[in-house]
């Protein structure tokens, strides 16, 4: 699906929304996932090369909705979620181990545990939306979030759920505009010094005429 999206009030601007990560594409993907979070995920997998690296190595590349340039060669946004017992960020405890070593690996696992989300029943879990900075304002956030929302409802989830840290209030504004709710704010002011962010809020998107029972299928 390409879509045009106004930038100005001009039509200047477009983007194909698809559903998973193309092959070949891993790379662009960690990319865009390290500018947008590597603050918060460098304690885990940093230094910043090899934690690209490693996300793209374990990316799980059906569980994301991306927007790509129209001629397909370029991966411009990207939204994961959680869904069947997977994310679309991967990689277990042997991976970290086996990437980071024995000594170097159980503090790093130890930090991904403070940032690991669990869904509940009837819940699809959001794992992180990130959009390449010179196209940010153009809209291509909200057309992603819209096709996560429709995921979920095919995958039957009441809801769509996630969360966003107190240093990103752009973040937040754009879930707000579109439908979310807070619902949730832990403080957590032993982790800015590590991770950079001082409170997390949880936040909620309902799915209207959906039911559980349907969700956790592949």
């Known amino acids: 699906m390409i879509v045009r999206i106004p930038r100005g009030g001009i039509m200047d601007s477009a983007v194909a929304i698809r559903r998973s990560v193309p092959q070949g ?55 994961g979620y959680q869904l069947g017992g997977r994310g679309l960020t991967g990689g277990g405890v042997r991976d970290v181990l086996s990437g980071y070593g024995l000594f170097r690996g159980l503090p790093r696992l130890a930090v991904l545990a403070l940032l690991e989300r669990t869904p509940e ?14 196209r940010r304002g153009a809209g291509i956030g909200g057309l992603l979030l819209t096709e996560i929302a429709t995921i979920a409802a095919e995958h039957g989830c009441s809801r769509v759920r996630l969360d966003v840290i107190d240093a990103n209030p752009r973040a937040r504004a ?3 505009r579109h439908g979310f709710t807070a619902v949730h704010t832990e403080q957590t002011p032993y982790l800015k010094g590590l991770l ?18 349907k969700e956790q299928q592949p």
Do not use: C, N
């Not at 910043?48 to 790509?68: M, N, Q, S, T, Y």
């Open 25 to 79: 594409a891993g790379e662009q993907v960690a990319e865009l996932y390290w500018e947008a979070f590597g603050r918060k995920l460098g304690a885990a997998l940093g230094p910043p090369e090899r934690g690209r690296a490693f996300i793209a190595r374990h990316l799980h590349h059906d569980r994301a909705a991306v927007a790509l340039t129209p001629d397909g060669d370029r991966v411009v946004g990207v939204a």
């Open 174 to 176: 754009l879930y707000e």
């Open 121 to 134: 029943p009837g819940e699809l879990v959001m794992d992180g939306i990130a959009v390449d900075p010179a």
């Open 196 to 213: 950079g962010f001082g409170a997390v809020t949880t936040m909620h998107r309902a799915i209207p005429g959906t039911s559980t029972g």
